[in-house]
C-alpha cells in the first residue's frame, strides 16, 4: 500500500498548520502573559489591527481549545464538537499549505 504524493502533501500541510498554530499561540501567551484568543479583536484600535496576522495562523488552535473546553466544562453536544474540528481541520489546512509555499520560497525551492 503506497501513499499518492498529493495526499502526503496534504497530511504533511495540515499537521504543519495545527503546530504552527500551537506554536504562535503558546509564544503569544507567553510574550503577552495572556491567553490567545478571538476576543483580542473586540480592543479596537491598533492592538486588533495587529493582532489579525496572528489570529489567522493561529485560529485551528483556538478553535480546538475553546471546543475541548466547552465540551468538558459546558458539556457540548458532540456534533456540534465534530463541525468545529472539521473547520479547525480546513482552517489548519489551508494555513499549513501558506507556512509550506513561504518556506519553500525563502529557501529558494
Not at 21 to 30: D, K, M, P, T
Not at 34 to 54: E, K, T
Request: aromatic share 8%; charged share 15%.
Amino acid at each position: 500500500m503506497s501513499i499518492e504524493p498529493s495526499s502526503l502533501e496534504a497530511l504533511q500541510a495540515l499537521v504543519l498548520g495545527f503546530a504552527f498554530a500551537g506554536l504562535l499561540a503558546s509564544a503569544f501567551e507567553l510574550l503577552t502573559e495572556r491567553r490567545a484568543s478571538f476576543g483580542l479583536l473586540q480592543s479596537g484600535g491598533v492592538l486588533a489591527l495587529m493582532s489579525v496576522p496572528m489570529l489567522v495562523f493561529s485560529a485551528p488552535f483556538i478553535i480546538l481549545r475553546n471546543t475541548i473546553r466547552g465540551r468538558s466544562i459546558e458539556g457540548r453536544p458532540i456534533p456540534f464538537v465534530m463541525i468545529a474540528t472539521m473547520i479547525a481541520c480546513g482552517w489548519s489546512l489551508v494555513s499549513g499549505r501558506v507556512v509550506l509555499d513561504v518556506t519553500a520560497r525563502l529557501v529558494g525551492a
